[in-house]
């Protein structure tokens, strides 16, 4: 009887081992995932953080660009990281008004690019018709994946309308692609 309870112990102990020796393995690999992201942190100068489920969402504004940059860094464990950058919006506080935005542009612009841990990364151009937006109405928004260099990935999959909204936006895509690169370092991002 004792030989057989020592063999049990061997075989558990064998299996705790392993299970530990994955988990650490995990760990480490989920490390270097979230370091890729946390740190901007500081290196981009973000101030405090807002702690969500998905983990530390982090936001920084350029006013000489009316442009936001957004960091969110995955929680412990957590497979999804992010980086972005998005127009401004002027809400219209005028309770006279009937239009939700103040600006004069047709289209507000959000780039990003999310990182799921055992995928590849993935670029995305949010699309949002701005101008003529009444209050309590639906807004029209779009989200557009694209490749490293701001070309639309399968265009068959969007309607003519996301594809015009897409185009008009080209311009306004490609300077906050730029902002971005330099905010974040092009290489920095390309190592994600």
Same mark, same amino acid.
């Given at each position: ?5 020592? /063999? %049990?112990?061997?075989?558990? *102990? ?5 299970? *530990?020796?994955?988990?650490? +393995? ?9 370091? &890729?992201?946390?740190?901007?942190? =500081? ?11 998905? +983990?530390?969402?982090? &936001?920084?504004?350029? /006013? $000489?660009?009316? !442009? !936001? ?16 950058? &998005?127009?401004?919006? /002027?809400?219209? $506080? ?11 542009? $047709?289209?507000?612009? *959000? *780039? %990003? @690019?999310?990182?799921?841990?055992? =995928? ?8 949002? %018709?701005?101008? +003529? @937006? ?5 807004? #029209? ?6 490749? &490293? ?11 003519? @309308? #996301?594809? /015009? ?5 080209? #311009? ?5 692609? !730029? ?14």
């Amino acid at each position: 009887m004792s030989e057989s309870k020592n /063999k %049990r112990k061997s075989i558990l *102990l064998i299996i705790a081992s392993t299970i *530990l020796l994955i988990f650490l +393995g995990y760990n480490l690999y989920w490390y270097s995932f979230y370091s &890729s992201f946390n740190r901007w942190v =500081d290196s981009c100068n973000f101030g405090d953080g807002c702690k969500l489920i998905s +983990g530390m969402n982090y &936001s920084q504004a350029d /006013k $000489d660009a009316e !442009a !936001a940059y957004f960091l969110c860094v995955p929680s412990y464990l957590g497979k999804f990281g992010q980086i972005g950058i &998005s127009q401004w919006l /002027k809400f219209n $506080d005028d309770p006279k008004s009937e239009y939700l935005y103040i600006q004069d542009m $047709d289209y507000a612009v *959000l *780039l %990003r @690019v999310n990182k799921t841990m055992f =995928d590849s990364k993935t670029y995305w151009v949010d699309i949002k %018709r701005i101008k +003529g @937006v009444k209050k309590g109405t639906i807004e #029209e928004d779009y989200s557009i994946q694209v490749d &490293s260099n701001m070309n639309i990935i399968d265009s068959e999959s969007y309607s003519e @309308v #996301e594809l /015009k909204s897409f185009e008009e936006c080209k #311009e306004t895509i490609d300077e906050l692609y !730029a902002l971005l690169k330099s905010f974040y370092g092009e290489d920095n991002i390309n190592d994600l």
